[in-house]
């Protein structure tokens, strides 16, 4: 029963596919969910780092994902492997993720080569590394997902929750079942989702497409609402926790995470409600020393000032970015588009990894995640 519901619930957003006419990496693109379950192919690295700017393809853990195949498909193409490593790393700036799949699989395609066992036996390689790095990310969701169960049993034994998420963390956007929202999901398999608030998440609305699609093809009991609606919520008492996932996490614990997380972290402390990160250890960056050095992308202004961005709330092209929507403000007004902002430690709860949960979360807690995880 449970395996038949992770099926159901489990989304094919990536993969790698020879096909008659050469090998390709397959999306489905989540820039015309929910309208159209639409699939993107692309067949080189400029094709899929246009996927990534339009975010056809898009959240930390699937970026690294999505990275770590572009370099294999860099290398099934015989196309310069350094430099499609180093255009796909740099495709985004905020996910660690994306850097480190392509650089991953591309020291894997390097250290083939290095031992002289030419460019088809290293293109074998990475495509392995590849679809190792797609595995691990799926293994990890399950570890994190029993993590956070069990954290928010500590936090309200037996009972039903009312769960808050902000941007989508599911199955489309890991190689499982989802970092805050797969935690969710179990809550909801438990039987003890009472709510899930969906913010929409302005500008590119992840909330409200996405991942009110995950939830209601989960069955889970839902509301989408406006992100400046959390406050009253939080207010009213119908917040129990809140989950979100990161996008990069600095060695201090800075969570740099989707533009509207640091004020839901502000609103959960005020009110006394845990607020929860919930991550691979892929995501943190050590060499990061602090929130203040996380680069966080800056977005084209029409994302906020049209009401468009993207083909299923406005007649678009696909992979468009920008521009040719339905005027929200006036021509030409100037607007500011952090597409994420950054949550410092002392807000976050709890971090959960693969690994298990960091409460509190400080700079000596990564430090040992980070030493743990490379095993020593
Ligand atoms: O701009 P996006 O849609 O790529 O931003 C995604 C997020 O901010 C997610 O919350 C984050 O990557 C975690 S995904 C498990």
Not at 197 to 220: I, N
Not at 244 to 263: E, F, L
């Amino acid at each position: 029963m449970r395996m038949a519901d992770e099926a159901e619930e489990s989304v094919p957003a990536l993969r790698y596919e020879e096909r008659p006419d050469g090998p390709a990496v397959v999306l489905l693109d989540q820039t015309r969910l929910p309208a159209e379950e639409v699939e993107l192919v692309c067949t080189d690295v400029p094709g899929l780092v246009g996927a990534i700017r339009s975010l056809a393809v898009r959240g930390a853990p699937l970026l690294g994902i999505a990275g770590g195949y572009g370099v294999a498909l860099a290398a099934a193409r015989g196309d310069d492997v350094a430099e499609a490593a180093g255009r796909l790393a740099q495709a985004r700036p905020t996910a660690v993720n994306l850097a480190y799949g392509a650089r991953r699989v591309e020291a894997a395609y390097e250290a083939v080569l290095r031992a002289g066992e030419g460019e088809a036996a290293a293109a074998v390689r990475a495509l392995e590394e590849a679809r190792a790095l797609h595995r691990e990310d799926a293994e990890a969701c399950a570890r994190m997902i029993g993590h956070g169960f069990a954290l928010l049993d500590e936090f309200a034994p037996g009972r039903s929750l009312r769960l808050l998420t902000h941007c989508n963390t599911g199955s489309l956007v890991t190689g499982g079942q989802g970092t805050a929202l797969g935690v969710v999901k179990e809550v909801h398999r438990a039987g003890r989702l009472r709510w899930l608030w969906v913010d929409e998440t302005r500008p590119l609305w992840q909330g409200a497409r996405l991942t009110a699609w995950e939830a209601s093809r989960a069955g889970m009991a839902y509301s989408v609402l406006a992100d400046s609606a959390a406050g009253s919520l939080f207010a009213a008492g119908e917040v129990d926790a809140v989950l979100v996932g990161a996008d990069r996490i600095a060695a201090d614990g800075s969570v740099a995470n989707k533009v509207g997380t640091y004020p839901l972290a502000v609103l959960a402390a005020h009110h006394g409600v845990p607020f929860v990160v919930v991550a691979p250890v892929t995501t943190v960056d050590p060499a990061t020393p602090s929130g203040a050095g996380i680069e966080v992308e800056q977005r084209p202004g029409g994302e906020v000032t049209e009401l468009t961005g993207l083909p299923s709330v406005g007649a678009r092209e696909p992979g468009a970015v920008g521009g040719a929507g339905f005027a929200l403000a006036p021509v030409g007004a100037p607007a500011y588009n952090p597409a994420f902002d950054v949550t410092p430690p002392e807000l976050v709860t709890a971090l959960v990894t693969e690994q298990g949960v960091l409460r509190p979360v400080t700079g000596e807690g990564i430090a040992e995640l980070c030493s743990t995880s490379r095993g020593e």
